[in-house]
């Protein structure tokens, strides 16, 4: 407050910069969330882990479920992560990190108990902010539970900053959420692991374009969910759920990557139905070249379409894979404008996370607008 010349108090010109704002995947970024391997345990192989599991990777969880990763190998996560911070604080974007937690420890809640927590390591999973508010996905594996208690540090700080902070209601997670019978041999048929008992979401399910948010019914994110952000968001959002011929969906932005204000990679693997409406609307979709990734390299936890979970920097710096020529090539067509900000994250990426995953945007400069 200040007092002008009538002697009246009013509110001072000179605004507190605003901590959390970020409307799309695409406008200047100013200030982002890495996630941390520190601690990162292999959850046990419960239904909702096995399928949303490549069946080569099935001996991996039965044999390491319940522990930690192998240790070397999160050594050379950590020194790929600490260098992608450098990079980014060499391109001007402010690095915060999550807490460090001990995942190892075991817990039980009235419905259910778990031998470990997960990790820290993809805060798109759980994070989403929604101009000035940001907040916590329920999510929807056992084993992450509790995983917001890394970022409560930075999310306290948000708020006494002036930030709008949001924890969706966590499902029980009991017995009901899950289809203990579903057909893992038979995934032709579009079912999914988790039911509609209550609603759960990983934030990492939604896309954001302003006042357009795209969202997938998956095997972490149920009808229940995206019904309960389209309300929770109002008048204000339409939310779009979209579909693709994807036969195990977990986490859109290896799917359907929103990289600018009318252009999306989309993967060719798993076509959009609802292709025509971005057509219509006149945006842009690429299809994403073939992943080069080695099939020695373990991949953990995801498919190798991690080559497509770029993040923006702006609309003229993508951060993508230093080692996925075809896609460096592919940047290269689309415009003479972009320039990648070339970064490599390989042994990173067998937690089951590029450079999307690994980050949340918690402030972009812009504003909200309509894309579509
Ligand atoms: N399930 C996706 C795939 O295998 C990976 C998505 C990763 N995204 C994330 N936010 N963790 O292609």
Redesign the pocket.
């Known amino acids: 407050l200040c007092v002008n010349k009538n002697n009246q108090h009013v509110q001072a010109t000179t605004q507190l910069a605003v901590p959390v704002n970020s409307h799309n995947e695409w406008d200047p970024l100013e200030e982002v969330i890495v996630g941390r391997p520190d601690g990162a345990c292999v959850p046990e192989f419960t239904t909702e882990v096995k399928a ?1 599991t490549n069946e080569q990777y099935w001996n991996f969880y039965k044999k390491f479920g319940g522990g930690p990763f192998p240790k070397q190998h999160l050594e050379k996560v950590k020194s790929e992560i600490d260098e992608m911070c450098n990079i980014f604080r060499h391109e001007g974007v402010i690095v915060r990190r999550p807490d460090i937690i001990n995942w190892s420890e075991h817990f039980k809640t009235p419905d259910f108990s778990s031998p470990v927590g997960l990790y820290s390591a ?1 805060p ?2 759980i994070l989403i902010v929604f101009g000035n508010e940001i907040m916590e996905a329920p999510m929807a594996w056992r084993s992450r539970f509790f995983e917001y208690r890394a970022y409560r540090s930075l999310l306290k700080e948000y708020f006494n900053a002036g930030a709008k902070w949001t924890a969706a209601p966590k499902p029980l997670m009991g017995d009901e959420l899950y289809d203990h019978d579903y057909p893992i041999e038979n995934m032709q048929d579009r079912k999914y692991v988790t039911t509609e008992f209550e609603p759960c979401f ?1 934030a ?1 399910d939604f896309m954001r374009a302003g006042r357009d948010i795209f969202a997938q019914r998956s095997q972490v994110t149920n009808h229940l969910g995206i019904e309960w952000v389209r309300r929770h968001l109002g008048p204000e959002y339409t939310i779009h759920e979209l579909t693709f011929r994807d036969p ?8 359907f990557n929103i990289i600018g204000p009318g252009l999306v990679i989309a ?1 060719p693997d798993r076509p959009c139905d609802q292709l025509k409406m971005f057509e219509n609307a006149g945006w842009t979709v690429v299809q994403a070249p073939m992943p080069t990734i080695s099939s020695e390299h373990p ?1 953990w ?6 080559s497509m ?1 770029v993040l923006m920097l702006d609309e003229k710096r993508v951060m993508c894979s230093k080692t996925e020529k075809p896609i460096i090539k592919m940047f290269e067509k689309l415009g003479w404008w972009i320039e990648t900000v070339q970064v490599d994250i390989t042994f990173a990426n067998s937690l ?3 450079f ?2 690994w980050t949340t945007d918690v402030r972009r400069s812009g504003h909200l607008q309509s894309y579509f």
Do not use: E, F, V, Y
């Open positions: 949303t993809m798109r999973d990983d990492a195990n969906p977990m986490h859109i932005d290896a799917t993967n991949l936890m995801s498919s190798k379409w991690l979970n089951g996370g590029g999307h995953c």
